[in-house]
């Protein structure tokens, strides 16, 4: 195979290996005392119904509008006289109680975007509903010569290929989806052929240059993960479902001192249009049980007080149900923290107000760059503003 048509049918050229320019050795960069804090983000793809996975019983107006989808009182694990948990959520219960949850209610934006690849990629670049952005707020933060930014496993998504939200203009996160097959791939004879043969001034070359620098910091990184990963074995028991799993790669990570600063999973399904109770109710089972074995890991292993949990759905559902047994695409949603040193752990505000709506959709109470401000400034240590393009309100959860 010619070098050209090698670098065209590889992973590389697809995106799959996105990693960022960066040439030092990771085998020089021993974990040691990370002494940093972790981020990880979960997805929760196709816009989750958020009033059925913290359900307001408290306010009848829940009953009146969802007459067949509604959770029955009687089922709801209760966290307040206003809101409690589906009951197939039953195992956060443990970690809500243990003050390892925080949830916010009503999180949106102005302007809100009921297309689920519009609004995600609002989400993921954490821009104005008018605005559209190339780069993610996460691969602005790379970009921000954060301290030991340079690493090129800085940022790690649990998947076969990357994010909008860890793309950024000099610096990307790194797909892995199986550490142990991206180290295999990376010894086979003609990859580590490629890598060893290419010169300074292929390197200099803009777009082939770049692919063999993309090449030669793959090979790098997939030792320096493979290494650092297999001297952990990862005891705890999570259930089986492939989200749990690839939550449990993302515990050994961390547990086995990986020097990563953000990880990124999705889980999907959640655009429930037609008989909803079942596939959501499915889909909240295997987040909680999932998320539940999760935390409980990184507390065992004492890493829950270093590390954050975020997740997040590009909008809710309206506050009606359909005819079809569902939901359509709304707007404002609920947002979960979890780690082990919430400032203000339970629900953080107001149960959303199923009366006063904009065209049948929530109003949303917390603006989600919020958020983000809240997570840059107070857990990753880096000013919000020149990242958010804007100053937004932090909020007192972190």
Not at 55 to 83: C, H, N
Not at 184 to 195: D, G, K, Q, S
Not at 204 to 216: R, V, W
Request: hydrophobic letters at 35%; one cysteine or more.
């Amino acid at each position: 195979m010619k070098r050209r048509d090698f670098i065209r049918n590889t992973a590389l050229a697809s995106g799959a290996l996105m990693i960022p320019s960066f040439l030092k050795p990771l085998e020089l960069m021993a974990a040691g005392n990370l002494g940093f804090k972790r981020l990880v983000i979960i997805q929760l793809s196709g816009g989750n119904d958020g009033l059925n996975t913290i359900v307001p019983f408290g306010d009848d107006s829940y009953y009146k509008k969802r007459p067949s989808l509604s959770v029955g009182a009687s089922e709801i694990i209760k966290l307040t006289d206003m809101q409690g948990f589906n009951p197939d959520m039953a195992s956060l219960k443990e970690i809500y109680d243990q003050g390892w949850m925080s949830i916010v209610n009503g999180v949106g934006y102005p302007n809100p975007d009921r297309s689920h690849f519009r609004s995600m990629d609002i989400w993921q670049t954490a821009s104005s509903s008018n605005e559209y952005l190339s780069n993610g707020w996460i691969g602005r933060y790379l970009d921000s010569n954060c301290s030991d930014c340079s690493s090129p496993h800085t940022a790690i998504e649990v998947d076969d290929s990357l994010s909008l939200a860890l793309k950024g203009v000099a610096h990307k996160g790194l797909a892995v989806k199986n550490s142990q097959q991206l180290y295999r791939t990376t010894r086979e004879p003609f990859f580590r052929l490629e890598a060893d043969n290419a010169k300074q001034n292929m390197l200099s070359e803009d777009n082939l240059g770049y692919l063999y620098k993309t090449m030669i910091e793959t090979c790098s990184s997939a030792k320096y993960i493979n290494d650092t990963a297999k001297i952990y074995k990862n005891t705890a028991f999570y259930p089986i479902s492939a989200f749990a799993n690839e939550l449990k790669t993302i515990g050994t990570f961390i547990n086995s001192g990986l020097s990563t600063k953000i990880y990124y999973v999705s889980l999907s399904g959640f655009d429930t249009h037609i008989a909803q109770k079942g596939q959501q109710n499915r889909l909240l089972k295997i987040y909680s049980e999932a998320v539940s074995a999760f935390i409980k890991d990184l507390k065992q292993a004492n890493n829950l007080d270093d590390t954050l949990v975020m997740t997040f759905s590009e909008f809710g559902r309206r506050v009606a149900q359909n005819a079809s047994g569902g939901t359509d695409h709304g707007t404002a949603n609920n947002l979960f923290l979890f780690g082990g040193k919430l400032k203000k752990a339970g629900i953080y505000n107001n149960t959303p107000d199923l009366e006063d709506l904009d065209n049948g959709d929530l109003k949303y109470q917390v603006d989600f760059r919020e958020v983000y401000a809240t997570v840059l400034d107070k857990w990753l240590g880096v000013k919000s503003e020149p990242l958010l393009n804007g100053q937004f309100n932090t909020l007192g959860i972190i």
